[in-house]
T-cell receptor
């Protein structure tokens, strides 16, 4: 089966650091994406991990452990505009290109 | 570079009607994907088209169908609309269809079925 687990909601303070965890159980693995989605808008691409380890991209970093079926997104120096939903999406293997989304984590950043 | 575009932005239909949603991919992208996002739920994969062919299909009934045109734009058709079809329909595109290609999303079409 395919299952994605993320916390439903998180809150953090402007300027702080927050880590959004994602565990997944999928039939095989072919990379994992993180997207940001503001309310009423389309998801926008943040990061892609296919090998274990940390990928850093400015204020955002993403980590992957394939053996543990675990990823996290780390957001540093939080800004109010980071208030959004964050979607963890493993890709179905076998060349099917299907992304498997969980319900996402809704992050609220407070002053 | 223009992003993925979708039309219309909003649509209201009644049960039993049919609807067609349209998507234009980013220039140079040949793959188009359709996802459904019901209120408060995660994105559910509907369809993947690449080079005019349907490559993969999600767990949706046959009344959800689509096609891809020679210019790589795509249509999603939903027949015999039901109330639970009310959702945001998102189209994404990527280069080719190979593994590792990032999917970029359009703004979506918000469908309300009354």
């Amino acid at each position: 089966g395919q299952n994605i687990d993320q916390p439903t909601e998180m809150t953090a303070t402007e300027g702080a650091i927050v880590q959004i965890n994602c565990t997944y159980q999928t039939s095989g693995f072919n990379g994992l994406f993180w997207y940001q989605q503001h309310a009423g808008e389309a998801p926008t691409f943040l990061s892609y991990n296919v090998l274990d380890g940390l990928e850093e991209k400015g204020r955002f970093s993403s980590f992957l452990s394939r053996s543990k079926g675990y990823s996290y997104l780390l957001l540093k120096e939080l800004q109010m505009k980071d208030s959004a939903s964050y979607l963890c999406a493993p890709r179905q293997p076998g060349g099917y290109n299907k992304l498997i989304f969980g319900a996402g984590t809704r992050l609220a950043v407070h002053p | 570079e223009a992003g993925v575009t979708q039309s219309p932005t909003h649509l209201i239909k009644t049960r039993g009607q049919q609807v067609t949603l349209r998507c234009s991919p980013i220039s140079g992208h040949t793959s188009v994907y359709w996802y459904q996002q019901a209120l408060g739920l995660g994105l559910q994969f509907l369809l993947w088209y690449d080079e005019g062919e349907e490559r993969n299909r999600g767990n949706f009934p046959p009344r959800f169908s689509g096609r891809q045109f020679p210019n790589y734009s795509s249509e999603l058709n939903v027949n015999a609309l039901e109330l639970e079809d009310s959702a945001l329909y998102l189209c994404a595109s990527s280069r080719q269809g190979a593994s590792g290609e990032t999917q970029y999303f359009g703004p979506g079409t918000r469908l309300l079925v009354l």
